[in-house]
């Protein structure tokens, strides 16, 4: 649970302990201590804060501005800092952020010690760091959940290889393809989404620390000895860019943004087929919720939250991108706001990964439903291709059965029902086995292509999705 943050009113003022302020001859105006205030925010990398001052003791030994023993004295006091923080510990209304949070906890455990952490860095590198080690923490937490969901997705196509649906286009029916291909088609999208991810963690992976407030440490502490034990794979190049660079946040808001876009339209597939009007799908009692007033309604409230989410997550791209577009280099007070998209975005996604695969994963096909609505005219591009088989141009092909199809339309029937004489009428090609090209397990085998919807190539993507997700 995260500790209130407002400062008791009828409390003494508590002592400052703030990291800056000796050239100014007064305080802040309170207008400015509540605005310049980020601890209602930040306080959430008070887990990477520590462990990075951790890091940094460590290397302000070896670079020999601290003892032995003061290394020793900073990281286990760092260590009972984090124990009270996470047994309850709360800021002080003089805890402007987490830093001062931290800072102040550590010299009531570690003593004058403690007042040499700070050399050689600057809450610049620091809150960079931080910012980078909570973006690589959230997205290995997000990543199992993406693999649940496509997981759920691999499942229920494996139940349903030989299942036959419409496919659409237009949102209008186009062609019959295996139910498994289309929840497939999802499986791929979000496969992408995992590389986006993954590509962002790599992107956050890269350590500031030791870059100061901008031109870097003026003391020799190795950064690579920080970049092993914070878990960086490499060291940032240019001081400048390190404290200012925020594109491994914009990164991580664009693989979300994409993610909840393939979630808005998984959900809206979703949605569209458990309605009555086409039937597919019925959603599972523990993801669905019931009507206030009509006693008969089933809602799929957590699909319908994850296609109303993706918006939300495209304006905290979109913040971020308008905040940083005109940034000079270097720290800027404005990238005080990068975390509140951050943690916004990761937040709800973390919520929806679960609902979205709870929903997947509980849902029921009908099967008669599905086939019922793959109607004759679904299969008028088979019986172009029929044509073309015996040589017919597709352009003519195209227009006889073009013919064909509005035949079918004037007369109410399917084309399943046209006499013989109409397809001989419609081109001399035509014979009596193609009939047989109407049915949509017909169609289907024509399409064994690798990416294509009949059975075996579906059987093959199926394997080939099951290996990613083990991967």
């Not at 800021?91 to 949070?101: K, N």
């Not at 004058?112 to 860095?121: I, N, S, W």
């Amino acid at each position: 649970m995260r500790p209130d943050l407002t400062p008791d009113p009828s409390s003494p003022a508590p002592a400052s302990h703030k990291l800056w302020g000796g050239r100014f001859a007064g305080g802040p105006a309170p207008e400015l201590e509540a605005v310049n205030r980020s601890i209602g925010t930040d306080i959430r990398l008070w887990p990477f804060d520590v462990r990075l001052s951790k890091g940094w003791a460590r290397g302000l030994g070896a670079a020999g501005v601290l003892t032995a023993d003061e290394v020793t004295v900073i990281r286990d006091g760092l260590d009972r800092v984090a124990s009270r923080i996470g047994s309850g510990e709360q800021p002080i209304g003089s805890d402007e952020d987490v830093h001062t949070f931290v800072d102040r906890l550590l010299h009531e455990e570690a003593g004058d010690p403690a007042g040499r952490l700070h050399t050689g860095r600057s809450r610049n590198d620091q809150v960079a760091t931080g910012a980078r080690l909570w973006t690589m923490d959230a997205i290995d937490r997000l990543l199992p959940m993406l693999t649940a969901l496509m997981q759920a997705l691999v499942e229920q196509a494996e139940s349903q290889i030989d299942a036959i649906l419409p496919a659409y286009t237009h949102l209008q029916r186009a062609q019959p393809v295996s139910a498994a291909h289309w929840l497939l088609a999802h499986v791929w999208a979000f496969q992408r989404d995992r590389q986006r991810l993954v590509a962002a963690r790599t992107t956050a992976a890269v350590l500031p620390l030791g870059s100061g407030a901008i031109a870097g440490s003026a003391f020799a502490v190795p950064r690579d000895l920080l970049c092993d034990e914070l878990g960086f794979a490499s060291v940032s190049p240019n001081s400048i860019d390190a404290v200012g660079d925020r594109d491994f946040i914009a990164d991580t808001l664009y693989a979300l943004t994409m993610l909840g876009t393939h979630l808005s339209r998984l959900a809206e597939d979703l949605i569209l087929y458990g309605s009555s009007e086409f039937g597919f799908v019925r959603f599972g009692d523990a993801y669905s919720t019931g009507s206030s007033m009509m006693p008969q309604k089933r809602n799929p409230d957590a699909l319908e939250l994850a296609r109303g989410s993706a918006g939300r997550m495209l304006g905290d791209l979109t913040a971020l991108l308008v905040t940083i577009k005109g940034l000079p280099s270097g720290y800027n007070k404005d990238l005080q706001e990068d975390k509140r998209t951050l943690f916004a975005a990761v937040d709800g996604m973390a919520l929806l990964l679960p609902a979205v695969a709870g929903s997947v994963a509980t849902l029921t096909f009908d099967r008669k439903r599905m086939r019922a609505a793959v109607s004759g005219g679904l299969m008028a591009t088979d019986l172009a291709d029929y044509l073309v088989r015996k040589r017919v141009t597709f352009r003519d092909a195209h227009g006889a059965v073009g013919r064909l199809v509005r035949e079918a339309e004037e007369a109410g029937v399917e084309l399943w029902d046209l006499p013989m004489a109409s397809f001989s009428a419609a081109h001399p090609a035509f014979e009596g086995d193609v009939l047989e090209e109407l049915k949509p397990e017909k169609s289907l085998s024509h399409r064994e292509i690798p990416g294509g919807t009949g059975i075996n190539a579906v059987r093959a993507q199926l394997a080939a999705a099951k290996g990613l997700i083990a991967s």
